[in-house]
């Protein structure tokens, strides 16, 4: 299928990426760059799905982009939160909403790229202070997911009103985005706790002593955002799409659940992590709750959990906190703190605050001019390109069945091969000669990984 970014375009895309303020949004340079960003998420998606060269990815890093990203979430978090509000109520039924659907869809546009290009420790490796701003985001954008599923997020989706007024329509688009944008979170938790090494430490102290990612993972396995019973039967979420699943697809482990589940284990296993987590009673149990979710079904698609599995058995059992005399002391220690959320807001008081900011854009997003409104959207509607994307739509589902063929229903889209290995989570296909039941990539791996798998490892 063709490229949405040209191999002479992708110099000039990623070179026009900058910081907007708040106050910039939905002008026309913001919406030149809206377009790019949408294009480059687009191909870096279609470099991974093709296992091309993944040349996005690389430039973003060699121009030291993704912190720029990074601001534009929190920028969009903070308009539609703080100014949007406000547009609302000035009109609360607008002529048009695309514009504000476009802003909206701007976040979880830059998400989905930051969520390809994290996947590699190199793009950890180059955030450097601006990690500590992403963990928040993201921990807080999973915290939203799992309020949604608890307040039948799910039911509602179910049972849409075609007649809803457009303000209810345009609530129910931000439910819908936050929802994606919360699943994109999932998995930039997972590789930021795989690659936690390439962190500042100040990034992986608040991934633990702030949010206590591990008890947000356990909320996330409890609540199973990914999957939700509707008429048709039972759906899970797969490639940004509901799927009906029945007999053996029901069972297996989609992406979301399988990053939850890693990235749980490996904050747990961090022995530098855990220096700084104490493990209260409230914590203890929460986290040992998990254990009867590890399924012997769960455990056949991901063996490495079978050693978490007995660390919570163990947890279960234990009446003593975990928490060592050096963490009352490690907390004391000065760290940094998060800047862009902070940098933004104090730039709206140049413009006289959100509200001022609400009232400058009513031209921009409540505009009554109907052929500036058909202009606008004759622009979007070609930056969208629905011709490649359902292109796209089809190599994924090609992808998806080829690779089931090919490993016994296990898709390499779910990212969830049939083997991992137990100590670093890659493609594993060496099988502990003892055990049998633990996978490893290579012999080194295997010594790693032996004082901690040998409690567990019982000759078949």
């Not at 290995?421 to 490893?440: E, F, P, Q, T, W």
Request: with cysteine.
């Amino acid at each position: 299928m063709g490229d949405f970014v040209h191999p002479e375009e992708l110099t000039h895309f990623i070179e026009s990426i900058r910081p907007f303020q708040i106050a910039e949004i939905g002008t026309p340079k913001w919406l030149d760059v809206h377009e790019m960003i949408l294009k480059l998420s687009q191909q870096a998606f279609l470099e991974a799905i093709e296992h091309r060269e993944e040349e996005v990815k690389e430039m973003l890093i060699t121009n030291d982009k993704l912190k720029v990203l990074i601001h534009e979430v929190f920028g969009v978090f903070l308009w539609k939160t703080r100014v949007l509000p406000h547009l609302l109520n000035i009109d609360p039924n607008p002529e048009a909403t695309f514009m504000i659907y476009t802003v909206l869809y701007h976040e979880g546009a830059v998400m989905s790229l930051l969520d390809v290009a994290l996947y590699h420790e190199s793009a950890c490796q180059v955030l450097q202070d601006s990690a500590i701003d992403l963990v928040d985001y993201c921990a807080q954008a999973v915290a939203q997911v799992i309020g949604l599923v608890s307040m039948g997020y799910h039911e509602n989706e179910t049972n849409l009103d075609v007649d809803a007024s457009i303000l209810s329509e345009l609530e129910r688009q931000k439910r819908d985005l936050m929802y994606k944008i919360g699943l994109r979170s999932i998995s930039i938790l997972n590789y930021m706790s795989v690659n936690v090494n390439a962190l500042p430490l100040s990034a992986s102290r608040r991934m633990v002593v702030t949010h206590d990612v591990p008890w947000l993972m356990a909320d996330l396995l409890h609540f199973r955002p990914w999957q939700r019973k509707t008429k048709k039967g039972l759906e899970k979420y797969i490639d940004d799409k509901w799927i009906i699943v029945e007999g053996d697809e029901a069972t297996k482990v989609v992406k979301h659940e399988a990053q939850a589940w890693v990235c749980m284990r490996q904050i747990l296993f961090n022995s530098n992590l855990m220096q700084n987590y104490e493990i209260s009673e409230e914590r203890r149990k929460r986290l040992a709750g998990c254990q009867s979710l590890l399924h012997e079904c769960l455990l056949d698609q991901l063996p490495p959990l079978v050693d978490l599995k007995q660390f919570l058995i163990n947890l279960s059992v234990s009446t003593t906190s975990s928490s060592k005399s050096t963490s009352t002391k490690s907390n004391l220690l000065l760290e940094e703190v998060p800047e862009i959320r902070e940098r933004l807001i104090a730039e709206t008081e140049k413009f006289g605050g959100f509200v001022e900011i609400a009232k400058r854009q009513e031209d921009i997003f409540l505009c009554k001019d109907k052929e500036k409104i058909s202009n606008i959207a004759k622009r979007l509607n070609a930056a969208y390109n629905t011709d490649l994307l359902a292109e796209l739509e089809q190599k994924i589902l090609e992808t998806r069945k080829e690779s089931a063929s090919t490993s016994g229903g296990v898709t390499k889209t779910d990212e969830v091969d049939k083997y991992i290995c137990g100590n670093c989570l890659v493609k594993a296909k060496k099988k502990c000669s003892h055990c049998k039941s633990i996978y490893y990539c290579s012999r080194k791996c295997q010594l790693n990984d032996w004082p901690k798998h040998k409690k567990n490892c019982v000759k078949v």
